[in-house]
C-alpha cells in the first residue's frame, strides 16, 4: 500500500508538470505492463484489462446521457486528462508515465523516427523538459514533508532529553565492543551536539567520533568504525539481541501482576520497584533482565522498595519468588522513561508543523545520502535487499504513527534514489538535459536509446540482486 501511493505520487510529478507545459501523456501505470495489464481506462473512449478493450460507448449505451455526451463528437485532444490511458499493470515493479515525444521505459523507436509534433517532451525548451523529470523526485520529497508535518501536527513530540536521562543509557553488545559503557549519555557527534534520541541514533552511526558523559563527570571520545551499522544490523536480526544500539536505563517499576501467577503468590504488587536479585545489584531495567536470565525454575529474593502509605515513606523488603522454565514471574514493567525523568513534550500548530516537517524531511534525505556510500563497501553490498527488506520494516501490528512515519522515510529513499544519474533513472534523464542546457547540444537519439537500455539492464540486475539477497538470507 505504502509504496503504491509513493509510486502514484511521483508519476503524478511528471503528468502534472508535463500537462502544464502542453505535452501529451500517453499512459499512467501503476507497475508495469508487459505484454498485458491488469486493467485500463481512457475517458469517453474505452475500458478494459487483460489484453481485452470494450469501448465505453457500448459499454454505456444503455445510458442516454452518457450515449449522447460520446456521440455528440466533443473534442478531448485539449483535455486535461482525457487523452491519457490510466491503467494498472501485473509487473509490482514500480510504475510510470509513458510521456509523448521521450525515449523512456517503453522504448517506443517508432515514435521517435516521425517529425517532431508540438505536444511532444522532445519539442519542448530544454528547461521545460528538465522540470518534467525533476518534478517525481519533487513530489516524493514534497510527500515525505507533508507526512512528518501530519504527524507532528496530530501527535506532537515527546521525548526525554538525553540531559533529563539521569541514569544514562544502555548499549547493546556490538556498541560496547567498540567502546560504549552502561550509563553513558551523548554529547556530541562529530562536534554536533545531541539531546534528541530519535534524531541522535543515526548521527552517532554516521559518525567517525562520538563524545559521551562518563560516571557523570568524565567526557570520553569513542570513534566509530566505518562499518559499525552493518554490525548493529546483523545484531538487531540476531535471537538474542535485547537493545537495538542503545536505549534509556530505567528503573525496574511493576505496572502490572498476572492473577496466579508466581509474582502474585509471592505477594509482589504494582508500583513496587525492584533493585536486587539475591545479592546482584539491578538498579536498571536492563540490569534486571540480563541478570534474571538463567534462573530457570528457581527461587530468587528480589529486593522491593515499596511505598508506604502510611508513612509516606518507601520500604526495602525482600520476596522471594520460584521463576517459571523461562526465568518470567507474571509481571508487566514499565517501559516509558518519561515515567521518571524530565520530558521535553512540543505541540505544534498547523503552521508551526510545516517547517518542522521540513526539517524531518531534510534530515532524512541528508542521513540517507550519507549511508549510501556504505552501499559500495563489501558488507553494504552483503546487506542490500529487496521488496521483503522493505516489508520487513513495518511493524507486525498494524500501527498508523509507525505506517506513516514509514512511508515518509520510503519517499525521501525514493526520491534520493531517482535523481542518482543513472540512465532510466529521472536523475539520467536530468544529467543529460543539464548537459544540453550547459553545451547547447542535444545528445543523440540514438546515443539516449543506447543509453536507456544500458541503465535499465542495470536496474534490473540490481533489482535480481537485491531480491535475490532477500532470499539467501530467509535460509540463513
Same mark, same amino acid.
Given at each position: 500500500?505504502?509504496?503504491?501511493?509513493?509510486?502514484?505520487?511521483?508519476?503524478?510529478?511528471?503528468?502534472?508538470?508535463?500537462?502544464?507545459?502542453?505535452?501529451?501523456?500517453?499512459?499512467?501505470?501503476?507497475?508495469?505492463?508487459?505484454?498485458? *495489464?491488469?486493467?485500463?481506462?481512457?475517458?469517453?473512449?474505452?475500458?478494459?484489462?487483460?489484453?481485452?478493450?470494450?469501448?465505453?460507448?457500448?459499454?454505456?449505451?444503455?445510458?442516454?446521457?452518457?450515449?449522447?455526451?460520446?456521440?455528440?463528437?466533443?473534442?478531448?485532444?485539449?483535455?486535461?486528462?482525457?487523452?491519457?490511458?490510466?491503467?494498472?499493470?501485473?509487473?509490482?515493479?514500480?510504475?510510470?508515465?509513458?510521456?509523448?515525444?521521450?525515449?523512456?521505459?517503453?522504448?517506443?523507436?517508432?515514435?521517435?523516427?516521425?517529425?517532431?509534433?508540438?505536444? *511532444?517532451?522532445?519539442?519542448?525548451?530544454?528547461?521545460?523538459?528538465?522540470?518534467?523529470?525533476?518534478?517525481?523526485?519533487?513530489? &516524493?520529497?514534497?510527500?515525505?514533508?507533508?507526512?512528518?508535518?501530519?504527524?507532528?501536527?496530530?501527535?506532537?513530540?515527546?521525548?526525554?532529553?538525553?540531559?533529563?536521562?539521569?541514569?544514562?543509557?544502555?548499549?547493546?553488545?556490538?556498541?560496547?565492543?567498540?567502546?560504549?559503557?552502561?550509563?553513558?549519555?551523548?554529547?556530541?557527534?562529530?562536534?554536533?551536539?545531541?539531546?534528541?534520541?530519535?534524531?541522535?541514533?543515526?548521527?552517532?552511526?554516521?559518525?567517525? !567520533?562520538?563524545?559521551?558523559?562518563?560516571?557523570?563527570?568524565?567526557?570520553?571520545?569513542?570513534?566509530?568504525?566505518?562499518?559499525?551499522?552493518?554490525?548493529?544490523?546483523?545484531?538487531?536480526?540476531?535471537?538474542?539481541?535485547?537493545?537495538?544500539?542503545?536505549?534509556?536505563?530505567?528503573?525496574?517499576?511493576? !505496572?502490572?501482576?498476572?492473577?496466579?501467577?508466581?509474582?502474585?503468590?509471592?505477594?509482589?504488587?504494582?508500583?513496587?520497584?525492584?533493585?536486587?536479585?539475591?545479592?546482584?545489584?539491578?538498579?536498571?531495567?536492563?540490569?534486571?533482565?540480563?541478570?534474571?536470565?538463567?534462573?530457570?525454575?528457581?527461587?530468587?529474593?528480589?529486593?522491593?522498595?515499596?511505598?508506604?502509605?502510611?508513612?509516606?515513606?518507601?520500604?526495602?523488603?525482600?520476596?522471594?519468588?520460584?521463576?517459571?522454565?523461562?526465568?518470567?514471574?507474571?509481571?508487566?514493567?514499565?517501559?516509558?522513561?518519561?515515567?521518571?525523568?524530565?520530558?521535553?513534550?512540543? &505541540?505544534?500548530?498547523?503552521?508551526?508543523?510545516?517547517?518542522?516537517?521540513?526539517?524531518?524531511?531534510?534530515?532524512?534525505?541528508?542521513?540517507?545520502?550519507?549511508?549510501?556510500?556504505?552501499?559500495?563497501?563489501?558488507?553494504?553490498?552483503?546487506?542490500?535487499?529487496?521488496?521483503?527488506?522493505?516489508?520487513?520494516?513495518?511493524?507486525?501490528?498494524?500501527?498508523?504513527?509507525?505506517?506513516?512515519?514509514?512511508?515518509?522515510?520510503?519517499?525521501?529513499?525514493?526520491?534520493?534514489? &531517482?535523481?542518482?544519474?543513472?540512465?532510466?533513472?529521472?536523475?539520467?534523464?536530468?544529467?543529460?538535459?543539464?548537459? *544540453?542546457?550547459?553545451?547547447?547540444?542535444?545528445?543523440?537519439?540514438?546515443?539516449?536509446?543506447?543509453?536507456?537500455?544500458?541503465?535499465?539492464?542495470?536496474?534490473?540486475?540490481?533489482?535480481?540482486?537485491?531480491?535475490?539477497?532477500?532470499?539467501?538470507?530467509?535460509?540463513?
Amino acid at each position: 500500500m505504502a509504496f503504491a501511493i509513493l509510486v502514484i505520487i511521483h508519476e503524478f510529478g511528471h503528468f502534472l508538470f508535463a500537462r502544464i507545459f502542453g505535452v501529451k501523456v500517453e499512459k499512467f501505470y501503476i507497475f508495469f505492463d508487459p505484454w498485458t *495489464e491488469l486493467f485500463k481506462w481512457k475517458p469517453k473512449k474505452y475500458i478494459g484489462g487483460l489484453g481485452k478493450t470494450k469501448s465505453l460507448e457500448k459499454a454505456l449505451a444503455g445510458s442516454d446521457s452518457a450515449a449522447a455526451e460520446i456521440s455528440s463528437g466533443k473534442k478531448i485532444k485539449d483535455s486535461f486528462w482525457g487523452n491519457t490511458e490510466y491503467g494498472i499493470g501485473w509487473l509490482p515493479l514500480g510504475g510510470y508515465c509513458k510521456i509523448a515525444g521521450m525515449i523512456d521505459e517503453s522504448m517506443d523507436k517508432e515514435q521517435m523516427k516521425q517529425p517532431p509534433k508540438e505536444w *511532444e517532451f522532445r519539442s519542448k525548451p530544454a528547461w521545460q523538459r528538465l522540470l518534467i523529470m525533476i518534478a517525481g523526485v519533487l513530489f &516524493n520529497f514534497l510527500l515525505a514533508i507533508i507526512i512528518y508535518a501530519g504527524i507532528v501536527y496530530a501527535t506532537g513530540e515527546k521525548y526525554v532529553p538525553f540531559s533529563e536521562a539521569k541514569m544514562g543509557m544502555a548499549y547493546s553488545g556490538e556498541a560496547q565492543k567498540i567502546g560504549f559503557h552502561d550509563g553513558d549519555i551523548p554529547l556530541f557527534a562529530d562536534g554536533e551536539e545531541l539531546d534528541v534520541p530519535g534524531e541522535a541514533r543515526m548521527k552517532m552511526i554516521q559518525a567517525k !567520533t562520538v563524545t559521551v558523559l562518563r560516571n557523570g563527570k568524565d567526557t570520553v571520545d569513542i570513534t566509530i568504525p566505518s562499518e559499525f551499522i552493518f554490525s548493529l544490523d546483523k545484531e538487531a536480526k540476531s535471537d538474542t539481541a535485547k537493545i537495538n544500539f542503545m536505549t534509556y536505563r530505567i528503573p525496574t517499576e511493576v !505496572t502490572q501482576v498476572a492473577p496466579g501467577d508466581a509474582a502474585e503468590k509471592a505477594g509482589i504488587k504494582v508500583g513496587d520497584r525492584i533493585v536486587a536479585i539475591d545479592s546482584i545489584q539491578t538498579e536498571s531495567l536492563d540490569q534486571f533482565l540480563t541478570t534474571l536470565k538463567g534462573h530457570e525454575n528457581m527461587t530468587v529474593n528480589l529486593s522491593v522498595i515499596r511505598k508506604n502509605e502510611a508513612l509516606a515513606e518507601n520500604d526495602t523488603i525482600t520476596v522471594p519468588v520460584t521463576l517459571n522454565e523461562s526465568s518470567k514471574m507474571g509481571i508487566g514493567l514499565q517501559l516509558d522513561p518519561s515515567v521518571f525523568f524530565n520530558a521535553k513534550e512540543i &505541540n505544534y500548530t498547523l503552521l508551526q508543523s510545516v517547517p518542522r516537517g521540513i526539517e524531518m524531511g531534510t534530515d532524512k534525505l541528508t542521513s540517507y545520502a550519507q549511508s549510501m556510500k556504505l552501499v559500495f563497501t563489501k558488507e553494504g553490498a552483503k546487506s542490500v535487499g529487496g521488496f521483503g527488506s522493505i516489508g520487513s520494516i513495518f511493524p507486525e501490528k498494524w500501527d498508523w504513527i509507525a505506517f506513516w512515519n514509514i512511508a515518509a522515510f520510503l519517499s525521501v529513499a525514493l526520491a534520493f534514489m &531517482n535523481i542518482l544519474p543513472i540512465p532510466a533513472l529521472d536523475g539520467g534523464h536530468v544529467l543529460f538535459l543539464l548537459y *544540453e542546457v550547459i553545451t547547447r547540444r542535444k545528445p543523440s537519439e540514438k546515443f539516449l536509446e543506447y543509453a536507456q537500455m544500458g541503465g535499465m539492464i542495470l536496474l534490473i540486475l540490481l533489482l535480481l540482486y537485491a531480491n535475490g539477497m532477500d532470499i539467501v538470507r530467509l535460509f540463513k
